[in-house]
């Protein structure tokens, strides 16, 4: 049946209908209340239906092409919704993968996205937030190690660099270090005590500050402040002394005196629970980052996206701490990135 749909019903609504009954596969294979012969027979399905869905998305079909600002607001959604996470920096470029038969009019929709820009002098391209496919239904078929392939090819022609860096978020960090123990790792208590809050801690904290001012923080995600009653605002960093804090608001900075009854660890614990530490938290949460991305290895990360660059020839490079302050990477990472290096000459092998 799924052989004979785009025959029946053209190109591009026979292939989404093939892509949905897999994602609906794999949905299937992966209910906890769906018994054992079904599981068996639903993954049975997906296999088989993955191998013909591989010999449409085969690498001669596909196109590689940039998203640029005058693309249709269809194609530019399309991509927002593909790319995972913070936004990137605002002045990337987006490049995408598409199947040109699966268009009805114009470019056809992305399949797959990832974002690059050029640093300083355009030597040194940078890949961001990818690359990502759209749903389970391509996951499998190839298409993010084709597109960055590509990408790869075409701003290395742009570039005077052999070296192309790729930049990903720890998705899924924070998540992971909530069910990750680390009583046993020789931590001093107090570090001990904000990696605990960080994982729980009550989600507000409301006082009057030494000039009056009432104070009011709250974590719903990532750590807000409102103050006398006014709009609420993301707050991106914070400081700490013995008689103030300071915060850092998108708006700018602004410093907080603290009565003697407010308790200052307290406070940090709040933020840790909103996603920001202070810096003696720096050296525990990178140790615990990497371990988050390569452990137990056995040849593969623990991460997904960090397997996905590794594999395809990538070094690691480094961790960076607080490299995006945006609520959302926060609330997900506390901001950490993880950077890796693609060397010409591997590529060339």
């Known amino acids: 049946v799924v052989r004979v749909l785009p025959a029946f019903l053209g190109a591009r609504e026979g292939l989404c209908t093939a892509l949905r009954w897999r994602e609906a596969l794999v949905a299937v294979t992966r209910h906890q209340l769906v018994g054992p012969e079904a599981r068996l027979a639903a993954e049975r399905l997906e296999r088989r239906l993955h191998r013909v869905l591989g010999l449409w998305f085969h690498e001669g079909f596909l196109r590689t092409y940039e998203v640029t600002s005058e693309a249709s607001e269809e194609v530019r959604q399309a991509v927002a919704s593909i790319a995972k996470g913070s936004p990137s920096p605002p002045k990337t470029r987006c490049f995408a993968i598409s199947l040109p038969q699966m268009a009805e009019a114009g470019t056809p929709l992305p399949l797959a996205a990832l974002h690059a820009e050029f640093e300083g002098d355009r030597t040194a391209p940078r890949i961001w937030a990818g690359p990502s496919v759209c749903g389970d239904a391509f996951k ?3 298409l993010e190690r084709l597109l960055l392939r590509q990408s790869k090819a ?3 022609e742009e570039s005077n660099s052999k070296e192309l860096l790729a930049t990903l978020p720890l998705h899924g960090f924070r998540t992971w270090l909530r069910r990750t123990p680390t009583a046993g790792a020789n931590f001093p208590d107090e570090v001990q005590a904000l990696l605990e809050a960080s994982r729980h801690f009550k989600s507000s904290l409301r006082f009057k500050d ?3 001012d009432e104070i009011f923080f709250e974590v719903d995600g990532a750590l807000k402040v409102q103050i006398n009653a006014e ?3 993301h707050v991106q960093r ?3 002394d013995s008689s103030a804090m300071l915060i850092l608001l998108s708006e700018g900075a602004m410093q907080i005196d603290l009565p003697e009854d407010v308790d200052i660890f307290q406070l940090q ?7 920001l530490l202070t810096p003696m938290m720096r050296e525990p949460i990178l140790n615990l980052a990497f371990q988050f991305l390569f452990w137990p290895g056995e040849g593969q990360a623990n991460n997904p996206d960090v397997h996905f660059h590794l594999a395809g020839g990538a070094d690691f490079v480094s961790l960076q701490w607080r490299a995006d302050e945006s609520s959302i990477a926060l609330a997900d ?3 950490l990135q993880a950077t890796f290096n693609y060397h010409q000459a591997q590529d060339d092998v």
């Open 210 to 212: 030494l000039g009056g």
């Open 333 to 335: 990472s506390f901001g």
């Open 231 to 233: 709009h609420a605002k």
């Open 269 to 275: 614990q709040l933020c840790a629970f909103g996603g």
């Open 154 to 156: 075409r701003l290395r």
């Open 238 to 240: 914070v400081r700490f």
């Open 140 to 142: 499998g078929l190839g």
